[in-house]
């Protein structure tokens, strides 16, 4: 998005700050706890523009005998347990299909999905009977005019999430909300979190998410020119009222600074534990999951004494390097000397 385009038209980028990033292998073992990220395809009946998928017409769709030979070639490699996604995977054709193949190999699945197939109670008690027990949500807001606005559809998607939360909830499903932070979402989520702890009680965990500009959406006015500093009062409220509310609540690209919390569990890129992603163009390759988090993320130099740094997501590179890192105040005590080793 161009500067005339910026919601904040007057700022103007910082001189090129000294950036790190942490080395992380590009492999790592499968044991019995990994999970690889398994795309059906970018398809998909919502049309959010802030999407992050890629919008490659070679990835919008891929046949179910393909499908079912990524599925062989993760059980091969070791992989009892694979997250499902899209696009959206509960559209695809060959969905149970697929399913069933993994089940056949002895291989659990989640989900990270729009919630709008689960509606319907006869999908989500066929989802639960094969051995679905937890899925990601993506709900950006309460209210069903920002929310169909976001999920570039009609209010009645908006509904039909909603009522795939209650479905999957009431079926037992651990469900975890996705919310995206953009301008038409931000200056109510605070009211979105005690909306939806009291719809769904403690049958949800809530997750708040930086926006990303690296996919066909990033260049959405909805999210280009929204910076740590504006939000970070929000983040904080949020976290106070979950701890009155008794709610879980979670975050994702948001560096220990911003949230005000040394300790705070960042699920980073990886939200719902992927250690491994399958390579959507190829299906034939498996990078590790914080290799690919810390590719797309930067430090500030003054990071390097930051006690966090180890557990820190940092912040997207693409956003480094268009504002700086100068929002980062990294917690450091009286005692340290040495840079912290990434």
């Known amino acids: 998005m161009d500067a005339a385009h910026s919601p904040h038209p007057g700022t103007t980028p ?16 499968v044991t019995a706890r990994s999970a690889a990220l398994f795309r059906f395809g970018e398809q998909c009946n919502n049309h ?116 795939g939360i209650e479905q999957l909830a009431d079926a037992g499903v651990r469900v975890m909300l996705n919310c995206v932070l953009t301008y038409l979402n931000r200056d109510h989520l605070v009211a979105y979190l005690r909306w939806g702890s009291e719809r ?32 970070r009062e929000t983040m904080r409220d949020l976290r106070a009222l979950a701890a009155r509310l008794n709610a879980r609540i979670f975050f994702e690209a948001f560096p220990h600074c911003i949230i005000g919390d040394p300790n705070l569990v960042n699920l980073g890129r990886s939200a719902f534990g992927e250690s491994h992603y399958l390579d959507d163009a190829s299906g034939d390759r498996v990078y590790a999951m914080r290799h690919i988090e810390a590719e797309l993320s930067a430090f500030g130099e003054a990071c390097r004494r930051c006690a966090a740094l180890r557990r820190c997501a940092g912040v997207p590179r693409a956003y480094a390097e268009r504002y700086g890192v100068d929002e980062l105040t990294p917690f450091v005590s009286a005692s340290d000397r040495e840079p912290t080793r990434a």
């Open 14 to 29: 910082p001189t090129a700050p000294q950036l790190f990033k942490k080395n992380i292998p590009d492999a790592a073992p």
């Open 200 to 231: 769904f009680g403690g049958r949800v965990a809530f997750k708040f998410c930086f926006p990303s500009t690296i996919g066909k959406g990033g260049q959405w006015t909805g999210i280009g020119g929204i910076r740590y500093r504006d939000v």
């Open 48 to 163: 959010c523009p802030m999407c992050s998928n890629t919008g490659d017409p070679g990835l919008f769709f891929h046949r179910t005998d393909e499908l079912l030979r990524r599925a062989d070639f993760l059980h091969g490699h070791g992989f009892r347990r694979v997250v499902v996604t899209g696009g959206e995977a509960t559209i695809h054709p060959g969905f149970w299909t697929v399913i069933e193949r993994l089940l056949g190999h002895g291989m659990v699945w989640d989900i990270n999905t729009h919630g709008r197939t689960f509606s319907d109670r006869t999908f989500t008690r066929r989802a639960v009977a094969n051995g679905l027990r937890r899925a990601i949500v993506s709900l950006h807001s309460h209210q069903p005019a920002a929310s169909a606005a976001i999920f570039g559809a009609g209010e009645a998607a908006h509904h039909e999430t909603v009522a």
